[in-house]
């Protein structure tokens, strides 16, 4: 997030297409064998010959069961009545919920990987807390969240319902309750105060995005674009070089999955308009369905 401040000025476009970025092994990459390529719209950086090879030696995919490192139990709120339960290493302190865009957290326990997942299953099936909520309810929420005070207030009262289940793994130590906030972080206010968000289409080839940072949560990043089209109304947000119109949409904010930049070669824009499809949040299914469109 440090290299994306808010002010900053983007002006790139895709180059070629977007390949599979191989596997991550003892600390660097190696590049895929198949020179696969992904699509446009997928947030995988991965084809999946090389996503099936990162998996086999994974925590997340449970084949990775020796891992002899100390594993934190985490508590992450994204919004009113989104709570989840996970687990990271304890060596990577805050980095997983930085990169889940949790909007808040708090510790439940530490200690091995399998008493660290033993206490994840607990919540899940004694509290029915999930292990993840999808990008589209983590986005919804972001517009309207409660005082920082309601949100400690939640993750409090959940921390202390978990704390109390029979069951709990012996050998995971227990962490009493406390709770960061990323409002600052990730310029949450900044958000809010931009009121309705659109959403970035992913990248084809010589599709350019221009716009200046809003703000970052985890992988999605908040632009102000630049640009002119149609008047944004329904489900069109407006309609570059060309549009049905001529109301300016220049300054409209929208957010950008940065997942789905992954593989492609970046160079800089020709011109100076957002030429990616842009849609309001909400209206993007609909337009698949070839009800609306919505070219920025």
Known sequence: MSLLPPGKELAFAAVGERRCLGVRRAGRWIVCPYDAVLENEGVKDQCPRCAQLDRSRSVAADTMADDPRPYGVYLAYFGPGLVKVGITAVERGAARLVEQGAVAYAWLGRGPLMAARRAEALLGSALGVPDRFGKEAKRAARGALPPVAERVAELAEMHGRA??????????????????????????????????????????????????????????????????????????????????????????????????????????????????????????????????????
């Open 163 to 296: 704390r109390e289940l029979v069951g709990w793994p012996e050998t995971l130590e227990p962490v009493a309750f406390s709770c960061t906030d990323h409002t600052e972080l990730f310029g949450l206010e900044r958000i809010a105060v931009a009121g309705g968000v659109a959403e970035l289409g992913g990248l084809t080839a010589g599709a350019e995005i221009v716009g200046e940072v809003v703000a970052g949560v985890g992988a999605d990043v908040y632009l102000r674009l630049v640009g002119e089209g149609v008047d944004a109304g329904g489900g069109e947000v407006g309609g570059a070089g060309g549009g049905s119109g001529g109301g300016a949409v220049g300054g409209v904010v929208a957010v950008m999955d940065g997942r789905l930049l992954a593989g492609w070669v970046l160079g800089a824009a020709r011109g100076r308009v957002t030429t990616v499809p842009v849609w309001w949040v909400g209206a993007r299914e609909g337009a698949r369905g070839g009800e609306q469109e919505g070219l920025f």
